[in-house]
């Protein structure tokens, strides 16, 4: 319905519905994968002329060209958008010299009128609408309100990332316009800083060579990933999950194909980070320093680690590699915000409960975040037993056997691919009756072997908790003789 809304809204027909029914992709598709990729002669055009401009010119120029985009795929629903940019401006305007309330009162606008839009526009699929981009407005926003808050405070009460972001003066109007709308970056991320695009304006990163060739390079991975992302989905389908053909197969093909439609699921994502990366890599605005070798490093918004996320081989590694950029302002923005609870645990289930709240309603974002924790829980205490009790005793053969070393990465791959792609399920697949459709059918395993590792994890720290009061028990008599 919310789908079928925004293809009227932009009109219904013309070339870009044409070349959507001859590609068999949903227009708000096209829509969105054409304008991450108009991110590139923006780029080029920017590099050839805007950027000898002057700092209000390339302000225009910015806000231009990301409300054009936005108005593209969304009409008149960018309306949204704009009322979000205007009462953040109003009220950084009239409360930055109360910070906890210009912090307090940001946060609940933008987080309510997100949950609105959701309650109003949700169905049971990914919706392509106005909130999708919004909801990484909403995160801009509430962070630069964050910055700016932090800016008229004292130096010495801020922390080392704070001191990096606060803003000590008010950008304009279009200042702000530009930052929230810049290219590309504002359909699917990654989030940065003001201070970051106040930097690139400034011409700090100008002077730095190698930015095109990074950007293109990392675009042309984009599209590689884009292209297996397609194939994949093309044969293996959500909705062949929800099939009597899977149903019907073995227990380990259907783990294994679970664990092969994950990756593909995840390659959606990763495909669209890439290629919006590439176009900001173009624009010379993601300088992140020099590498050892002396070269431009320009992956400082870089959204995936790819090495990390096809070679890792548990959980952690997917969370530390996926989706980084949101990953770091979650951490910044509501995990250290929390430092005054004094407790980490509650902190981190406050952050992965602002993260799911800010993905929407269905409640498979809720299972899927809570698998998450409960899986990398269960790692922490693998890795913490392994190193108690099992390097003491084994260490020397685990260490210096190659065949340990070989049997250990193919384990560890085939839990890593058993998992990710069950923890996925529930998150690609939104609503209760599919994602539970789809555990049934693999006998709900992966709740069962977390349960039996609950009881055995348990029984664990009794049996050492009872060796330890055993062995004092026993050497207490000694110390009464000696």
């Known amino acids: 319905m919310a789908s079928e809304t925004i293809v009227q809204s932009q009109g219904g027909g013309g070339l870009i519905a044409n070349l959507a029914e001859l590609s068999g992709a949903p227009e708000p598709a096209l829509r969105l994968l054409l304008s991450i990729l108009f991110g590139y002669p923006i780029a080029a055009l920017h590099q050839l002329c805007v950027r000898k401009l002057e700092p209000l010119l390339q302000h225009i120029f910015f806000a231009t060209c990301g409300f054009a985009l936005c108005y593209f795929n969304y009409g008149t ?42 309650i109003f526009t949700e169905s049971n699929d990914y919706d392509i609408i106005w909130t999708m981009p919004h909801c990484v407005l909403v995160l801009r926003l509430i962070g630069f309100g964050f910055d700016i808050s932090d800016g008229q405070k004292p130096r010495e009460q801020l922390s080392n990332d704070q001191k990096e972001t606060a803003l000590s003066y008010i950008p304009s109007l279009i200042e702000l316009t530009a930052y929230t709308f810049f290219p590309a970056a ?72 679970v664990g092969i439609w994950g990756k593909i699921a995840l390659y959606k994502f990763i495909s669209c980070w890439l290629l919006v990366e590439g176009a900001l890599m173009c624009t010379g605005f993601t300088y992140a320093g020099k590498t050892s070798d002396g070269k431009s490093d320009w992956s400082g918004c870089s959204n995936i680690k790819l090495i990390l996320l096809e070679t890792g081989s548990k959980m952690a590694h997917y969370v530390q590699s996926f989706n980084v950029n949101t990953n770091s302002w979650v951490a910044q923005y509501i995990y250290k915000r929390l430092k005054f609870l004094n407790n980490r645990m509650i902190s981190y289930v406050a952050a992965l409960a602002f993260l799911a709240v800010w993905h929407g309603f269905h409640s498979g974002y809720y299972i899927a975040f809570a698998m998450e924790y409960a899986i990398i829980t269960f790692e922490k205490q693998c890795e913490t037993i392994y190193a108690k009790d099992v390097i ?91």
Not at 203 to 222: C, P, Q, S, T, Y
Not at 402 to 410: G, L, P, R
């Open 392 to 482: 003491p005793k084994y260490g020397d053969i685990l260490n210096n056997s190659k065949a340990c070393k070989v049997i250990s990465f193919v384990l560890l791959k085939i839990y890593n691919i058993m998992f990710m792609g069950w923890c996925l399920i529930p998150f690609i697949l939104l609503s209760y009756d599919r994602y539970m459709y789809v555990y049934s059918t693999l006998g709900y395993y992966g709740f069962v072997m977390l349960a039996s590792w609950l009881i055995v994890y348990n029984g664990y720290k009794f049996s050492r908790k009872s060796n330890k009061t055993d062995k004092t028990s026993s050497n207490e008599p000694e110390k009464k003789q000696n």
């Open 77 to 118: 629903d960018s309306y949204h958008s704009v009322i979000a940019i205007w009462v953040t401006y109003l009220l950084v305007r009239l409360l930055h010299h109360a910070p906890q309330q210009l912090l307090i009162i940001n946060f609940l606008f933008h987080m309510s009128y997100l949950i609105i839009g959701y």
């Open 186 to 257: 504002f359909l699917v991320g990654p989030q940065f800083p003001f201070r970051r695009y106040q930097r690139f304006i400034g011409g700090e990163f100008h002077e730095h060579d190698g930015a095109v060739n990074a950007g293109l390079k990392r675009g042309g991975v984009g599209l590689l990933y884009l292209i297996v992302r397609q194939l994949g989905a093309t044969l293996l389908p959500d909705s062949y999950l929800m099939t009597e053909a899977f149903r019907n197969q073995s227990m380990l093909t259907k783990l294994f194909q």
